[in-house]
């Protein structure tokens, strides 16, 4: 409810979210998205590399996410995961614009836009909110940021959580 990805599953199948369309190459091995006008719930644009920020972080060495495996299918994610490789400009995941993403996969994956859509490790996140919260980032509402139809309110640990209507979501 706080936060959506490219795409959703919704009736069964996979539907358009942040991205209102997308390409798959003739091989399978290349998604092109095309990111509708969205913004955080601050008014800031999501743009493609909100995207590549939170697939790196993901999969990078220092973050040690327990999920990062579920990215494997893009192109050298489980080598920069492993520490094989370094440069995290060499996973398959780059913004070719402001509302372009492309993510290349190792191999053609018949279910990876159903893997896209019921994973919440494929939101978005927005750097320089994720940086300046620190360790604090996603702890509470002030240390966390909605692009979905509801931002989070109040979060009395344990206890409760009160979400209200993201007045600035796209639908």
């Known amino acids: 409810h706080l936060s959506e990805g490219l795409v959703r599953f919704y009736g069964g199948e996979v539907v358009p979210g942040i991205a209102e369309r997308w390409e798959v190459s003739e ?12 913004t955080w719930e601050d008014g800031v644009p999501v743009t493609a590399d909100d995207f590549v920020y939170s697939v790196r972080r993901l999969l990078s060495p220092d973050t040690g996410s327990p999920m990062a495996d579920q990215a494997y299918d893009i192109l050298n994610a489980a080598a920069y995961h492993n520490g094989e490789l370094t440069d995290p400009e060499q996973v398959g995941v780059r913004a070719l614009d402001d509302r ?15 893997a896209l859509a019921t994973s919440s ?46 007045e600035r979501y796209w639908n």
Not at 27 to 38: H, V
Not at 100 to 114: A, C, D, G, Q
Not at 142 to 147: A, Q, V
Not at 148 to 166: C, D, T, Y
């Open 121 to 166: 490790s494929f939101y978005p996140l927005r750097q320089d909110f994720v940086e300046q919260a620190g360790s604090s980032y996603g702890t509470s509402a002030e240390h966390f940021l909605s692009n979905g139809p509801f931002r989070l309110a109040e979060w009395q640990h344990e206890a409760s959580i009160r979400m209200v209507k993201n």
């Open 27 to 38: 091989d399978g091995t290349t998604y092109t998205f095309y990111l509708r006008e969205a």
């Open 100 to 114: 372009t993403l492309e993510i290349r996969l190792e191999r053609p994956v018949p279910y990876f836009l159903l």
